[in-house]
């Protein structure tokens, strides 16, 4: 069955400290891969997709995530953080083809230090 | 332009109750996913509507049903709730020919007593 872990359930940093939040996936076929960010009281938004091509991808707010295929693997980065990063970070999965059905981690809540 | 609107934004239900959640599409989308998020879980796919028909469904018991308008919106009927049904039911759109970016509602808080 398909399936995605994140690593880490809460990481705390302070501002302009160095964020990078592991995801690997459990799927043996063609992937198309998310991280969706959801801010305190607000919906899920989409940071970034990955859906093939260049493998490493930039989303918005500073944001870029590296898929590595051999590692079934696609870490979600960012150089500095700030205190307006502080959210849950979800990433997702779902299989080329699939039409639509995300599968989504547990999610990572990120508290970003003032 | 409006985004994805859910109705209503809480609920409280006793178990045995039914409800009926509300989903309106962001303009242009024909697609409407449905999905649990329980505390501290990830969302957990239900099920996915295209023209007024199920397209495809997760791992949810039969108590759990939807529905499209012709409009596009959709509803989420749970029937016989449990305790366990508890959680934040997410929707989301995407327009047709598009299988990758789907667009997420607030949600709704369903409390089940």
């Known amino acids: 069955a398909q399936s995605v872990s994140q690593h880490n359930h809460h990481v705390i940093l302070s501002e302009a400290a160095s964020l990078e939040l592991g995801c690997n996936y459990s799927y043996g076929g063609t992937v198309n891969l998310f991280w969706y960010v959801q801010y305190p009281g607000q919906h899920l938004q989409l940071l970034l997709k990955y859906f093939s091509g260049d493998p490493l991808v930039k989303g918005i707010k500073g944001f870029e995530a590296e898929f590595i295929k051999s590692k079934f693997s696609f870490n979600l980065r960012k150089p500095s953080v700030q205190w307006s990063d502080t959210a849950e970070y979800f990433c997702a999965v779902n299989a080329a083809g699939s039409q639509g059905n995300l599968i989504f981690g547990k999610g990572t809540k990120l508290s970003v230090k003032p | 332009d409006a985004g994805v609107t859910q109705s209503p934004t809480h609920l409280i239900k006793t178990r045995g109750q039914q409800v009926t959640l509300r989903c309106s599409p962001k303009s242009g989308h024909d697609t409407v996913s449905w999905y649990q998020q329980a505390l501290g879980q990830g969302p957990q796919f239900i099920f996915q509507?295209?023209?007024?028909?199920?397209?495809q469904r997760g791992n949810f018991p039969d108590r759990f049903s939807g529905h499209q308008f012709p409009n596009y919106s959709s509803e989420l009927n749970v029937n016989a709730l449990l305790l366990g049904d508890s959680a934040l039911y997410l929707c989301a759109s995407l327009p047709s020919g598009s299988y990758y970016e789907q667009y997420f509602g607030p949600g709704t808080r369903l409390t089940v007593t």
């Open positions: 509507y295209y023209e007024e028909e199920e397209r």
